[in-house]
């Protein structure tokens, strides 16, 4: 007899839509190679084929070392379609760091872009499992390591007809690691059920303002954020459901980003304040059209300097707020009604919140007893979140995750305040917030002010140690591409906004540092961590 088809929440059904609505659409890597969505769907079909060639089962662990590419995107879906887990290691770690990583997540495949096959080469004999390694470019080659095969040559050789099953939509889909201040790098995972319902989420959350904002069928995306960090904050996923023009850059550099921006009318990317700082700062920014470009701003605040700049040049900007650990989206800075019409420091001061809770994310800000805080705009506490798309714990560290989930809210550890409408600012996070003399400094709030200084190109807030006070702020500033900055005018405008009782004249730093960069992770975001130990 026959029954219903219970429609588990799979990756694999994510690629119906596309084929119905858009097979002729393109997806595009660097000008190198273009196909449509009816020859991504078999390329998937080829790599499952492959993959299971090579002897992956369920449960196995394929891990990818690529820069942003179509063939990265085929590893998105086909990986966990077979019922295998897709680890995205952070080439930007270190090779000790990588090291851990491989051998933390149990890897048994590595698939390896030949620009890191000489760190491969560095760590392999410290790697514990026996794994097979596939070149991802063609002619790479590497006298230490053993080598299956080339990607491409393998997928050509597979058929395109892998029959994907159905199975548990609990079951483990990707891996990836997050680094923190202190210890090894933790492993957070999600499901096929957390990745499908995220997909919806964040595509419901794009499409409901009206006037801006908004990710369609007829936008063509490309992701600047690396897809190894947090699937390049999952939008690559409801972007292949909608069937849109995608552009896959590989490697970050300014000229090819403008480039391809320019020959294929990019209209939508998100990427981290610094890489747009970098794109903003190139002189190609004035010579390229950027009006129509929709850009989300997340892992780490957006200067009100900066989201200026970008409206000037005709830039829809916006920030995104989650992290790692949420897949990653929680909150969206978009404007409803009137806010679209209002003048541009008044939409700035909107764009640069942190944004309003999304479909399906239960969010509170809370006291260190666990109690709500009032939406008042002033009263600070921890953001706690649930959503059905949040990790369930940290590979193999239950004590973490438990840490993690207390109280059966997920801990964000920032520091937030929420208005009257209901929008979120995160004023530090908990590892960051500066306390002298018994009271929080906002270290974010000192980075917003000093944006907006003629001059200023970046700039980083931190607690150094203080006999007396036990912390105090201090600036490390960079100047902008051929300005000049001094510490006078640095800490002129913060006494002015003091003077204004705007910020408390405790917030005032002492200490202000011009310097050439500043240190960033591996992801882009300013390192504070470095900064400290330096400074302190």
Same mark, same amino acid.
């Given at each position: ?7 588990? !929440?799979?990756?694999?059904? !994510? ?11 393109? =997806?595009?890597?660097? $000008? ?43 590893? *998105? *879906? ?11 290691? %952070? ?11 491989? %051998? ?16 491969? #080469? ?16 063609? @002619? ?26 159905? *199975?548990?939509? +609990? ?11 202190? @210890? ?17 989420? =964040?595509?419901?959350?794009? %499409? ?10 007829? $936008? ?20 292949? !459901? ?12 300014? $000229?090819?980003? *403008? ?39 997340? &892992?780490?605040?957006? /200067? ?10 005709? =830039?829809?900007?916006?920030? @995104?707020?989650?992290?790692? #650990? ?31 809770? @999304? ?37 193999? %560290? ?27 600012? =995160?004023? $530090? ?35 150094? /140690? ?15 591409? &051929?300005?000049?900055?001094?510490? +006078? ?48």
């Amino acid at each position: 007899m026959s029954t219903p088809y219970p429609f588990p !929440l799979l990756i694999h059904h !994510l690629l119906h839509t596309p084929l119905a609505q858009a097979p002729d659409q393109e =997806i595009v890597y660097a $000008d190198k190679s273009s196909y449509d969505y009816r020859e991504l769907v078999r390329r998937i079909g080829r790599l499952g084929s492959a993959l299971t060639g090579l002897g992956v089962k369920p449960g196995d662990t394929v891990a990818v070392l690529d820069w942003d590419s179509h063939r990265y995107l085929e590893c *998105f *879906f086909a990986i966990p379609m077979i019922g295998a887990v897709l680890h995205t290691v %952070n080439v930007r770690l270190s090779p000790e760091q990588i090291l851990y990583t491989i %051998n933390h997540a149990e890897d048994d495949v590595l698939l390896v872009h030949g620009d890191f096959l000489p760190l491969v #080469e560095a760590i392999a004999d410290r790697i514990e499992r026996d794994v097979k390694i596939v070149a991802l470019t063609e @002619g790479a080659a590497s006298e230490k390591l053993s080598i299956e095969g080339e990607y491409e040559a393998l997928v050509a050789d597979a058929d395109p007809d892998f029959p994907f099953e159905d *199975f548990d939509e +609990e079951t483990r889909a990707t891996t990836f690691y997050t680094t923190g201040t202190t @210890g090894d790098p933790k492993g957070v995972f999600f499901s096929h059920r957390q990745i499908v319902l995220h997909t919806l989420g =964040i595509m419901l959350a794009l %499409n409901w303002t009206a006037r801006h904002a908004r990710f369609h069928r007829d $936008d063509v995306y490309m992701p600047i954020t690396p897809m190894f960090h947090v699937h390049a904050w999952g939008v690559p996923y409801g972007a292949t !459901l909608m069937g849109v023009k995608q552009v896959y850059p590989g490697r970050y550099e300014p $000229d090819v980003l *403008f480039d391809l921006i320019e020959k294929h009318g990019v209209t939508f990317s998100h990427c981290v304040p610094t890489i747009l700082h970098m794109l903003l700062s190139h002189p190609r920014a004035e010579s390229v059209d950027l009006s129509g470009w929709k850009v989300i701003i997340g &892992g780490a605040a957006l /200067p009100q300097g900066l989201a200026r700049r970008a409206m000037e040049l005709g =830039i829809d900007i916006f920030t @995104g707020y989650g992290m790692s #650990e949420t897949c990653p989206y929680l909150c969206s800075a978009t404007l409803d009604g009137e806010k679209i019409d209002a003048v541009i420091d008044e939409q700035v001061a909107v764009r640069c919140k942190t944004g309003r809770p @999304g479909p399906m994310v239960d969010l509170k800000v809370v006291d260190p007893e666990g109690r709500e805080v009032p939406h008042d705009g002033t009263s600070a506490g921890e953001i706690v979140v649930r959503s059905p798309w949040l990790t369930q714990g940290y590979f193999k %560290n239950p004590e973490a995750g438990a840490e993690l989930w207390r109280s059966g809210y997920l801990h964000t550890g920032d520091i937030a305040v929420v208005d009257e409408e209901g929008y979120l600012q =995160i004023t $530090d996070r908990l590892k960051d917030v500066i306390k002298s003399g018994g009271e929080w400094i906002s270290s974010l709030e000192l980075e917003n002010i000093v944006s907006q200084v003629e001059g200023v190109g970046e700039v980083a807030a931190i607690g150094i /140690p203080d006999e007396k006070w036990s912390e105090r702020p201090m600036l490390i500033v960079v100047p902008a591409a &051929g300005a000049e900055v001094t510490e +006078e005018a640095v800490k002129a405008s913060i006494q002015a906004y003091a003077d204004r009782g705007v910020l408390s004249p405790w917030a005032v730093p002492e200490r202000v540092e011009i310097v050439d960069a500043i240190e960033k992770t591996s992801v882009g975001k300013i390192d504070k961590k470095l900064l400290r130990q330096r400074y302190g």
